[in-house]
């Protein structure tokens, strides 16, 4: 099993305040994903980054993906309550018919007033 | 909508009853997923169907058994579970492609707690 390592497990921050979450692998990916999942919902996907040093920007979110594409970070830039929620990157190996994503152990973010 | 529709939403179940989740997808895509999702753990995944071929099983215990008679819906069966096979079980789809897969959509799971 491929692991992605996620880190920190859980942040608890007040609005207004910037915040990294990082995603670490020995594995090479051919592609990485970045989830978001609130409560009782399944992850709903914010991003995918391809290629290696790529930045892809959303809003206050921003993403990046290693040179060696083993790694990637998620920046959040003024949080908002409404970003709380479980962050989960996903690494995909393979090519071809339906190649698996593989989860990191995610990371629990609440923002407060 | 997220174009993933899982039934029912909550399920608890006895060890000795059968149960069966669906799931229907709206996205015209081509392959379909099982995910469990424990707490303090990452997701994890149970089957894979492609153009309606199981193509894999990550090593699932007998008493969950999926099917996928179409390529809009997935089923998976429960049979004699145990309580530890308590948690979120999310359906995904993806349109898989010569070169890889598009992303996965996500339904919005089923909470199933066995007594």
């Known amino acids: 099993t491929q692991l992605l390592e996620q880190s920190p497990q859980f942040l608890s921050i007040q609005e207004g305040e910037n915040l990294t979450v990082y995603c670490n692998s020995s594995?090479?990916?051919?592609?990485l994903q970045w989830y978001r999942q609130e409560p009782g919902e399944g992850p709903v996907l914010l991003v995918t980054?391809?290629?290696?040093?790529e930045v892809k920007k959303l809003k206050r979110l921003t993403f990046q993906f290693g040179d060696a594409r083993k790694d990637s970070s998620l920046h959040i830039t003024a949080a908002q309550p409404g970003d709380t929620g479980l962050y989960l990157c996903?690494?995909?190996?393979?090519?071809?018919?339906?190649?698996?994503?593989?989860f990191g152990t995610g990371t629990r973010l609440q923002v407060t007033l | 909508e997220t174009g993933v529709t899982q039934t029912p939403r909550h399920l608890v179940m006895g060890m000795t009853n059968k149960k069966s989740l669906k799931c229907e997808q709206h996205?015209?895509?081509?392959?379909m997923y099982w995910y469990k999702q424990s707490a303090k753990k990452p997701l994890e995944l149970m089957f894979v169907?492609?153009?309606?071929?199981?193509?894999e099983n990550n090593s699932v215990p007998s008493r969950f058994s999926p099917e996928c008679p179409n390529s809009s819906h997935l089923f998976l069966h429960l049979h004699t579970l145990q309580p530890e096979d308590s948690a979120l079980y999310l359906c995904?789809?993806?349109?898989?492609?010569?070169?890889?897969?598009?992303?996965?959509?996500f339904g919005q799971g089923t909470r199933l707690t066995v007594v």
């Open positions: 995904a789809s993806s349109q898989s492609k010569s070169r890889g897969s598009t992303e996965a959509f």
């Open positions: 594995s090479v990916f051919s592609s």
């Open positions: 980054v391809v290629t290696g040093g």
């Open positions: 996903a690494g995909r190996h393979s090519r071809g018919t339906a190649s698996k994503l593989t």
């Open positions: 996205l015209g895509h081509n392959a």
């Open positions: 169907y492609s153009l309606e071929e199981r193509v």
